[in-house]
């Protein structure tokens, strides 16, 4: 069984096939926390959940998510290219309610306003619930993954809605710690960050991935919901913990923050060029123990 973030319907559940899910094996939850939740619990194998999109940034409740109760390690990643569909009920009339996700209410805005602008918009938990709401008879309208329509009798008033062309969403498959996936040679590794509250904390912690040569790729930060200003740092760079150099470098930031938890190396979903290998690392390293033998200098 494969948890993900439903209902039925939704980016995610088109995001999980593509990740090789069959359809007969996907379980769709309410929330991100449920869905992982339950793969925690060994009720499912894993959890396809989205993490970032290029438009409204972070997924707060997968970031939040992946901080609270055991450790779960993402194995695979996928993007999709975000396109929405506007969903009516056959024969539904004028539309003066328009509901969605508020991340795909963010992405059509401009949309909206020029082509349903006496409509009032509300967020839902996702694209598929509103769908679901507006079958209901809740709203008029609802902004969904094109998917949607597979699942519920709504007729499409628009498609192929995004007022971002190129706008993207990027989504994860966790399961419980075990066997990673092999290096690739173009992967990318996850980690969670709690710093200390000191100056150049933050400074430090970068700092030992660029002294080793690590492109960072994406850093996120989200309060702790403890003390005031105290906040975690989320941190995605190019290399697989296997490598020597993205190995050292971990347990670098590992030795600065105690508080630091591994999410994860895998295999980057879209093209661009290899990470960089260890040669100059391991060299340097052998360099070191002939000197250390009395075998050179």
């Known amino acids: 069984m494969l948890a993900y973030f439903g209902p039925q319907g939704t980016f995610t559940e088109q995001a999980a096939l593509g990740l090789g899910a069959s359809p007969a094996d996907l379980v769709p939850f309410d929330t991100v926390p449920a869905a992982l939740a339950a793969t925690r619990r060994g009720e499912a194998e894993a959890a396809c959940v989205p993490v970032e999109n290029s438009v409204e940034g972070a997924v707060p409740a997968t970031m939040d998510a992946l901080t609270e109760g055991e450790p779960l390690v993402a194995v695979a990643e996928t993007v999709l290219d975000v396109r929405f569909s506007v969903l009516v009920r056959p024969g539904g009339g004028e539309v003066k309610t328009v509901a969605s996700h508020p991340h795909a209410l963010a992405q059509v805005r401009h949309w909206l306003a020029e082509h349903l602008p006496d409509a009032d918009v509300v967020a839902t938990t996702s694209t598929a619930a509103a769908a679901r709401a507006v079958l209901a008879g809740e709203f008029d309208a609802a902004v969904s993954a094109p998917v949607a329509v597979r699942h519920y009798p709504l007729e499409v008033l628009a498609t192929d809605v995004a007022d971002v062309r190129d706008a ?8 419980r710690p075990g066997a990673l996936p092999a290096p690739t040679g173009h992967d990318r590794t996850s980690v969670v960050i709690t710093a200390t509250d000191r100056v150049g904390a933050l400074s430090d912690l970068l700092a030992e991935l660029a002294l080793r040569g690590i492109n960072l790729t994406r850093i996120e930060s989200r309060p702790t919901k403890g003390r005031l200003g105290e906040y975690r740092f989320y941190i995605d760079f190019d290399g697989h913990v296997a490598q020597p150099r993205v190995g050292d470098a971990l347990a670098a930031l590992r ?34 123990a002939a000197v250390r033998e009395g075998r050179g200098a």
Do not use: M, Q
């Open 168 to 175: 993207k969403t990027r989504f994860l498959l966790l399961r």
């Open 255 to 288: 030795r600065h923050c105690p508080d630091t938890r591994f999410l994860g190396s895998y295999p980057k979903a879209e093209a661009g060029g290899p990470t960089p290998g260890d040669e100059e690392f391991v060299a340097a390293a052998e360099w070191l």
